[in-house]
């Protein structure tokens, strides 16, 4: 229930309700949430601040209480915590492509005026740190609070400045990112495009082994 809140945001009402009739849920949430850094932890440390703001904060306490007094303080510091300041240690740097100079404005929601540079290179930013089943909430809050006819023009025009950029795989954040932002035609096409330059790819190198010379015998 943790991943799907994290992950499915269309079952978040479901999954809300879930957790505030069974708050116990928390028992066997806590040594994931105390456990080793990751995707599972991050899930669960969510889903007990969840719990914890619907008004359980005592019972997720007293749960991680009965793991020792590491557990207790462990949780009751993630309960504490923003989760917009869990980042990764290390930033990514953004590419030369993804200035927004060069790609489309993203718009507020009542499209009155647009994000300036720097947000956009932030929301860049939290696209880059976004890992598969991982989104960093940041995202949600852009989603919630932007124009999604832009931002879903922003996200496709990333992805063509990195095909132009020839689709480096450490940038590979940029075909999330359609999910994230894009509608679902453009997570389609990002898709066939991708297929499309990797038969070509595929087509170019079979071409250059069959043209090169083979050493003649000795």
């Not at 904060?57 to 209480?65: F, N």
């Not at 063509?160 to 932002?181: C, H």
Request: glycine residues 8%; proline residues 9%.
């Amino acid at each position: 229930m943790a991943d799907w809140y994290v992950r499915l945001k269309s079952l978040r009402p479901v999954t809300l309700t879930w957790f505030g009739r069974h708050p116990g849920a928390a028992r066997r949430l806590i040594p994931a949430a105390v456990g080793k850094p990751g995707s599972e932890r991050r899930a669960a440390e969510t889903a007990l601040r969840v719990i914890s703001q619907l008004g359980h904060r005592d019972q997720v306490l007293a749960a991680a209480s009965e793991h020792g007094a590491e557990s207790r303080k462990a949780v009751e510091m993630a309960l504490n915590t923003d989760p917009l300041a869990v980042v990764p240690p290390r930033i990514p740097a953004l590419p030369p492509w993804a200035d927004p100079a060069i790609l489309p404005q993203i718009l507020l929601a009542d499209r009155s005026a647009a994000l300036p540079t720097e947000a956009v290179k932030h929301v860049c930013t939290m696209l880059a740190i976004c890992k598969p089943g991982d989104v960093y909430p940041g995202v949600d809050v852009v989603v919630d609070t932007c124009d999604r006819s832009s931002l879903s023009e922003f996200a496709w025009s990333l992805f063509q400045q990195w095909q132009l950029a020839g689709m480096p795989s450490k940038e590979a954040w940029v075909l999330d990112a359609q999910g994230y932002l894009g509608g679902d035609e453009k997570v389609e096409s990002s898709r066939e495009n991708q297929r499309g330059c990797g038969q070509a790819g595929s087509q170019r190198r079979r071409t250059r082994r069959q043209a090169s010379p083979r050493p003649g015998p000795r």
